[in-house]
């Protein structure tokens, strides 16, 4: 893999000396170039192919390229180059006909090959005064986007092929088949109401859900089309380029890693609250055998690993919506003794996620470089939510042992809590021998209080394990737990050994139920295990994530957990994380960009004047939070503010035409037409790009 990184950043070295000209591409490599990966590549890696001057290079170079974009680098499927073969064949067979060039020509395939279907879609074919009409609707990861928006296709002047509609260059008179609304936009707005009802009214307007639009100036938002312009140009996007930068590191010095799937994973997950009331979810994954993992001597009686952990959040609703990817390579070197120590032990790698009430679906991936090697396992968990009228079990910790824990950061060390640092068994499946007890931990969750408030008040806490099915076999035990122990975030921590001895072997249910005095709530928890006779548990040594700190100090976890909040469409509770997050790292753009979203739609521009003060923006910021924050500019000091800025801002970047046609905006409401005229003519040649390079 090394070989691509150069072949990347520059061309052959034999192809530099020589200064040969680019050959003429055979027909199999050009439509790869032009057709197959057209939306998808970037300037640098459409450069770098063209300078290749052998089809052994170009072959390495396309196996190569499609390899750094493998979900599972490594992995012999590429879900991600089918997926876009997928959809360029759909393109073609849906969206060719009526436009005599092959579908993934026409803007529709150009936005479900570079977006892929979308979630909803709505036509209008044969719709009164109004020219035929899709409108798709997605809801979208990538950090330049909106996390909703609409792609609007219509039929312009009622003939040939659905191509994108502009709110700004277009606006809703040209979705109108009759001559009598032309250049009426809030006739128009009115007609297609009536015609299609108010959601492709608004539409017309803005294909943001949440940006506000006033109807009164008789301008579209500009917000849009700088929407529409990230997607034709998603490939050269920053951020796009970023992450296939860290991919590229990633993979730069092993030339593939094979994936294994959850059967030689082993994952353990436990919600937890912290001293401030934040819930997270603690994990950890191990290996199944020690010999998983290579720890390897060197010549001067050393010995090292390298490991990397990587946990992919998604929403657990929309399976294929990936929230946030957190990430870990972990390497280090051993002397002798602690190599002795460990050598025997199965290893792990705990960490935690900053993830607020909710259910989601986690896919877990540990790899061992040295063996290139990557063991995978997926898990839906569930955050519950804080009963205000009662008490919530979180769950239920299985552990081999418990050790005081005195440290400055107890909120961000995995499985932790009340001063007590747990090991926790793995859960799935969960294997205990006969001649043990099992011993868990739990937190008990309620509403904030002070503690003195609960006096004399008790919770009876009830424990039962036993199989499922077998009558009478149920072994009981209670206790009572005084509830002035809460904290007052109102966690409560405790724990239970339940003797197994005599038991026969075969899977049990555990269960924890919690009776509160004039309450008919009760509060539950279960966890499945099995017993097994003559069975050695092996042991484990963790690695806990050595860059907690450095995430909750720099607002990483901030923007997880409000990544989160937005996920579930909770944006005022998002709105503060994102401040924090922003805060702490003014260089973090997609904090920066969901906050103005954030913001605009709440239309606080007081709060979007404030944030640029504090944070300004970077190199990387995308246009559409450009634009909201010129138009926050505008409405709190005045429309020379937004001018001043937005000349600025163009000048690193002089080819996005949102930005000038913004510009040009504002210059004509400053009286200054001659300048409105200039921005405007350089502004629209950007916004209607070919479909192809």
Not at 432 to 457: K, M, V
Request: hydrophobic share 35%.
């Amino acid at each position: 893999m090394l070989g691509f990184v150069f072949s990347i950043l520059a061309p052959p070295v034999a192809a530099q000396k020589q200064k040969q000209k680019p050959q003429k591409l055979e027909k199999s490599y050009q439509e790869w170039l032009d057709r197959d990966v057209v939306y998808i590549i970037t300037k640098e890696e459409r450069n770098a192919f063209l300078k290749l001057t052998t089809d052994d290079d170009r072959d390495q170079y396309i196996q190569e390229f499609w390899e750094l974009r493998n979900p599972i680098p490594g992995s012999p499927e590429n879900t991600y180059k089918d997926e876009i073969y997928k959809r360029i064949a759909y393109a073609n067979a849906t969206f060719g006909s009526g436009a005599n060039v092959e579908g993934w020509r026409t803007d529709r395939g150009r936005t479900y090959i570079t977006l892929g279907p979308p979630q909803q879609k709505e036509v209008h074919y044969n719709a009164a005064n109004m020219f035929p009409l899709e409108v798709w609707f997605y809801s979208y990861t990538h950090p330049s986007l909106p996390p909703f928006f609409y792609v609007m296709f219509y039929k312009h002047e009622g003939f040939g092929d659905f191509r994108f509609y502009s709110p700004f260059i277009d606006g809703p008179d040209k979705l109108m088949a009759g001559t009598e609304y032309i250049n009426d936009y809030q006739g128009s707005i009115q007609a297609i109401q009536d015609s299609v009802g108010p959601l492709i009214a608004r539409l017309s307007q803005s294909l943001i859900p949440n940006e506000p639009i006033d109807s009164s100036q008789g301008r579209p938002s500009l917000q849009s089309d700088a929407m529409l312009a990230t997607i034709k140009g998603l490939a050269d996007n920053p951020f796009t380029k970023d992450e296939l930068n860290r991919r590229r590191a990633l993979v730069g010095s092993v030339t593939a890693r094979i994936m294994i799937p959850g059967q030689n994973l082993d994952v353990a997950t436990f919600p937890a609250r912290d001293s401030r009331g934040m819930t997270r979810l603690d994990y950890a994954m191990r290996f199944r055998q020690s010999s998983d993992l290579a720890i390897e001597p060197a010549s001067d009686g050393s010995y090292s690993y390298n490991m990397q952990a990587q946990v992919r959040v998604y929403d657990s609703g929309k399976a294929d919506r990936l929230i946030f990817t957190q990430e870990q390579n972990v390497a280090e070197t051993l002397d002798k003794l602690k190599f002795n120590d460990i050598t025997s032990k199965r290893v792990g790698y705990e960490g935690s996620l900053p993830l607020p009430p909710g259910k989601y679906h986690l896919e877990f991936i540990l790899t061992d470089w040295k063996k290139k090697r990557a063991f995978q396992a997926t898990k839906d968990v569930v955050v519950p939510e804080i009963d205000p009228s009662g008490v919530t079990i979180a769950g239920l910790l299985p552990f081999s042992s418990v050790v005081p824990y005195d440290s400055d950061n107890p909120d961000i060390t995995p499985f932790t809590f009340a001063g007590l640092r747990f090991l926790p068994l793995g859960t799935n499946p969960l294997t205990l021998p006969s001649d043990e007890a099992i011993q868990f931990a739990y937190e008990i969750w309620a509403p904030p209080q002070d503690p003195a408030g609960y006096a004399d008040q008790k919770m009876t806490v009830e424990y039962a394990v036993g199989r499922p099915g077998a009558e009478g076999g149920a072994k009981g035990l209670s206790d009572e737990i005084a509830k002035n122990q809460f904290d007052p975030m109102g966690t409560l921590v405790s724990g239970k050994k339940v003797p197994l001895l005599n038991q026969f072997p075969g899977s049990y249910l555990l269960s924890v139920t919690i009776d509160q005095p004039g309450s008919s709530k009760r509060a539950f928890s279960t966890l499945n295990f099995s017993v097994v006779p003559g069975f050695t548990r092996p042991d484990v040594w963790d690695v806990t994530d050595p860059s907690l700190a450095k995430e909750a100090a720099d607002g990483s976890w901030d923007r997880e957990r409000a990544l989160c909040l937005v996920a579930q469409g909770r944006l005022d509770e998002a709105r503060p994380w994102l401040r924090r997050a922003l805060a702490r790292n003014h260089s973090d753009e997609i904090a920066r960009s969901r906050l103005v979203e954030a913001y605009s739609a709440r239309k606080d521009f007081a709060a979007i004047q404030s944030l640029y003060k504090d944070a300004g923006i970077s190199d990387e910021t995308d246009g559409g939070t450009i634009l909201q924050i010129a138009e926050g500019l505008d409405q709190t000091g005045g429309v020379k503010d937004a001018i001043s800025f937005l000349e600025s801002t163009l000048r690193t970047r002089e080819e996005n035409g949102a930005l000038y046609l913004a510009l040009a905006g504002y210059y004509r409401d400053a009286g200054d037409s001659k300048k409105a005229a200039e921005a405007e003519s350089k502004g629209k040649p950007f916004l209607t790009p070919p479909a192809s390079r």
